[in-house]
Each structure stands twice: as structure tokens, then as C-alpha cells.
């Protein structure tokens, strides 16, 4: 694997990032260091998709500039991924100068290849899809089934581009790859929407929207959000209608794509299509992950339960994102549905990072002290059978993380805690002290930590943070390749002193927890 090139959808800037953009990022940050472990060269992208009728009512309602808003709201996107440790390589803002050049030249092109066509058309336009419904797809009061608003009737002569003409090469595409759409049970779901598809709308009137980028040549009407958001995946990268860039070269066609379930079909169906006209290669994967509800609730303005992730953070005076970044990856079996509450999220956290594999490195480091002064001797190098469980465990987990298992490797990685821990009990190591056996008690414990080296590793990509701290300890080299990783990584001497012990995650103090601190995003 020479390159992996990975992408979030961007969001919109009409408000401030909540937890469910937090997910999408946190997913897609744990995929891009999941790669760093396999690969030197990942190319990690996520921004925002600023144009289109909602931000231009929105500033308007403020009174200030849609640039202004977009500027404002980007950089609280941007704080945010910064406190949630999620580092990406290119932050894309869809008014980026060299990304508004791009696409107005995509735009062109396929006007001059005759995949876009100008038609006078009415339609039913819900501005919180930002595109135009079907109307055997509304509610039965007529309303949008996914923002519950009536959408505006909207005659209007636009471009559209000819997607019905893409239609069977998407079909047999998605045929025969059926690691296309992940997970798979989505495919289908896809094939079905691709039956009656129909030429889409792809420019508004500039009369009714001004915040857009303007059609080369046809200054009255400007280029519809999905061309101008979906394009930002190869215009990130410099592509060029005439010159691609080198670096376009290096990293297209994309690895995967991580989207919600609800924009599956942009991704699938209108995105392939639109790569097709301009005779680019398709992505390898699309990703759909569920949504995340709150307490069993879908997350609204209206109902007050939108969650700032940044607000979780401080309202459990947490200074290291790593439980979040561990209970929002561990949410949901791929591809479904998830929740955060706040009392699962204590829970879980303080069962598996703290109770379990924090505390187990630090009792283990712990006896070492104890009855060794910290020494790892020559003769506490011994085989065991949970090494050959570690190793298992590393391939069980890259091959998870092949098919977006996010949540399934983590299980994994808790497994092999569990069985290192009941390994602990069975040996009882402290009383092989007691009976001064103490050539089998260093074993047992330099097997421990052999076995914390491969879980600090493992569990990089989820806590970062905590990873660092572990490896810290045990003299790791945590930018050691998943292909490379041994159970040998324990150096003989002296490992430890007791003033370096550290637990390495504190529990979640259920005290701190303030509600009315995280209802803010
Ligand atoms: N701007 C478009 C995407 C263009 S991609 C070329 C958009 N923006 S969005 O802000 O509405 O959503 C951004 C991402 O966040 C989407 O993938 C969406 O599915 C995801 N989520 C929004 N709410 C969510 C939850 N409650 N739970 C999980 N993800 C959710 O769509």
C-alpha cells in the first residue's frame, strides 16, 4: 500500500459542529491513523460546504455577510477537530479561491461535452437537502420526510446535468463491486433509488441565489451546492480539467469516502456519475455510517438535545479527547445507528479504558517495581500463547478496519484486555512472589507488557492520547507498522521507577457531569 486517501463529507456552516459531525470526523480520523500504522503516505481530508440558499438566509437574518458567517463557523468547526485531536491533512472551505476556480471549470467542461444542458423546470426545493425532492418521496402532509418542512415550489430555468445517461454504468459498477457501497446492505438500497433517476438540477438562478459560484460565461445563474460540495474531493487535490496535478495523480481514485446514510446517494450515485463525464476513475469505497441519536432521540433544535462535542469534553473536565473518540467509535456495529448518554458514556469509558486496560498496565509496571525494582531480567523473556493471541488480534483488527468495522476491531482489542487480564488473575503473580518463584513471576508480567505494547498500538487510532502515555511507559516505539509489531518489544534492564508510573486514564467523575454545559452546539 503506497498511498490512502480518505475523505468526511463537509459539513454545512449554518451553526456550530454537533456530535453527529463530530462522529463522521472521529470515524474518519481513527481510519486515517489506523493507515499511518500501515502506510507512510495518507492523505486525510474534511472541511465545510459553505455555499447555497441556507447560509445566504441565515447571514441575511443576522445581518452580516455570508462570507462573515462562513468564516465564523468554519473556524468553530476547525477548533473543534483540534480539540477532538482529529488531524487531518487539508482542511477544504468550499469558498477557497482554488477550489471555486476548479469547479467552475468542471462545470464548463461538461457543458462542452454536452452533460449539461439548460432546461426550464419547476420543482419542489427543500433547502435543508439543498436540492430538489421527488414528490412521490415527501410525507404524507407533503413535507420533506428528513427536515419535516413543507419545501418551496421553485420554477426556474437551470442547468442540469444528464445522470440518467450514467445510470447502467453505475448500475453494473455497484454489481460488481460489491465493496463499493460499505455496508453492503446499503447497496441495495442504492439500485433501488437508481431506478427512477432522472436528470438533475445543477445551477440555481442567481436571482434566488446569490451565494454560489457563478457559471462560467452565464453570469445568471450559479453553480448548485452538490457539483460545487461533491467536486471538493478532487479539487482539494489540484485536479485540473487540462493539467492534473501531481499530487491529483498520486492520490485519485480516493480510498474511501466516509458520508452519512442520509447523503449516500450523492456519493453513489450522483458523484459516480459526475466522475464518469469527466472520465475519472470511480472511488474504491463509500462509507455510510449511521447516525447517532441522543438519548434514544433524534437530535433537533427545536426538541434542545444538540450536543456539542466540545461541550462533552468540558462538562466532564476532560483534558484529553480519548474517551469521547473511544465511545462515539464504539457507538454502533458498522453502518448502523448509534447514541450518546451520558450516563453509557461514563460507564463504558471508566469500564474499558480506566478499569480495565489502564489498570492493568499500571498494577502490572505496579508489582514490577514491587518485586523487581523495575528490572526486566534476560530470564523473564519466555514464550507465550497470548502473544500468538496478540498477533491474531492485530490481523483480526487490520482486516476489520479493510471493511470499516470501526466499533467490531475495538471489540477485538477489549477482548484481548479481558484475556490478559483473566491471565493476571489465573497466574496471580503476587503469589508467585510470596512463594519466591520469582523467575515465573517476571515472566508472568514481562508477558503482560509485551501484550500492552500491541494494545497501545492497537488502540492508537481510537485514543491517541492514552497511547502515547502507555507507550511512554513501556519504553515503546509506538510508530512501530502494524506489519512489523512483535511481542518482543520488551527491553531488558531497567524499565521502570515508581516516580513514572502514571495512571493512564483517570475514570470520568460522574460529579462533573453538568447537562446544561453540552446543550450548546
Ligand atoms: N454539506 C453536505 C455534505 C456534502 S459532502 C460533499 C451535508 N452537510 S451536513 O452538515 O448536513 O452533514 C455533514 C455530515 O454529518 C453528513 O455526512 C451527515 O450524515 C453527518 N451527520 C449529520 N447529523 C448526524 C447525526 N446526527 N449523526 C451522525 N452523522 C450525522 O450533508
Redesign the pocket.
Known sequence: MDKYYLT?????VNGAP????A??KILTDIIAKHYTQRCDDVFFLTG??EHGIKIQKTAAAKGISPKELCDENAQKFKDAWKALDIDYTRFIRTTDEDHEAIVQKIFKKLVEKGDIYKHSYEGLYCSGC?CFLNPKDLTEDGLCPDHLKKPEVVKEENYFFKLSKYKDAIIKHIKAHPDFIVPQFRANEVLNQLEDIQDISVSRAKSNVQWGIDVLDDPEQSIY??ID??S??ITALGYDTENPSDMFKKYWPVDVH??????LK??SIY?PAILLALDLPLPKHIFA?????IDET??SKSLGNVISPTGVLESFNLTIPDPLRYYMATSAPCGR??NYSDDDFKEKVNAHLANSMGNLLNRTLSMLVKYFDGEVKEEFKADSDLYKLALDTVKKVKTHFDFFEISEAAQEIVQLVDVTNKYVTDNAPWTLAKEEKMTECGQVLTTVLEIMCVVSALIYPYCPNIAKEMARQLSFDLNTKLDDLTCNNIKTGKLITKEEIKPVFLRVDSELADKSQKVKA
Open positions: 468526511t463529507a463537509i459539513d454545512y454537533h456530535i453527529g459531525h462522529y463522521e465545510t460546504d439543498e451546492v452538490w460540495a461533491l471538493n474531493y466516509v458520508v452519512g446514510k442520509d447523503i450523492f456519493h458523484w455510517h449511521g447516525w447517532i441519536t433524534k437530535m445507528d448509534g
